[in-house]
């Protein structure tokens, strides 16, 4: 398994900006694919994006398409998901987690992943 720890949330004001980074401890992660899930209080855990091993294809929830980037530093030991124009329905946990390596299923669902990070808070205000 990864060990994953993310960092870069907080509180923001709606349509301001934030970036969340994942760091993987030890590794590389360019074989595996990486994910961002979220959860608001009372709520289901939910796909937000998804950056897959080997050519980085990029996936994203339709709520945040066009205002997250999801993207990998050229060291790929870092995940990073850009947040723009957020909004007060944004505000959640926001997790990353890592897929096996070399995985080619689809990557919606969280069981598609086998390690998480301990999640980051992002709060908007409206």
């Known amino acids: 398994q990864v060990q994953l720890a993310e960092s870069g949330g907080g509180l923001v004001q709606a349509g301001g900006s934030l970036r969340l980074s994942c760091a993987a401890s030890?590794?590389?992660?360019?074989?595996?694919?990486m994910g961002w899930f979220r959860q608001a209080p009372g709520k289901e855990r939910e796909f937000v994006s998804a950056?897959?091993?080997?050519?980085?294809?990029?996936y994203y929830a339709d709520s945040v398409k066009g205002r997250f980037t999801i993207s990998r530093d050229n060291a790929k030991t870092t995940v990073y998901l850009q947040m723009n124009s957020l909004r007060p329905e944004d505000t959640a946990v926001y997790y990353c987690?890592?897929?096996?390596?070399?995985?080619?299923?689809?990557?919606?669902?969280?069981?598609?992943?086998?390690?998480w990070g301990q999640g980051t808070q992002v709060t908007v205000s409206s």
């Open positions: 987690a890592a897929g096996p390596t070399y995985y080619s299923g689809s990557l919606y669902s969280s069981s598609a992943y086998g390690s």
């Open positions: 950056i897959r091993w080997g050519a980085g294809i990029t």
């Open positions: 030890g590794r590389t992660i360019s074989a595996y694919s």
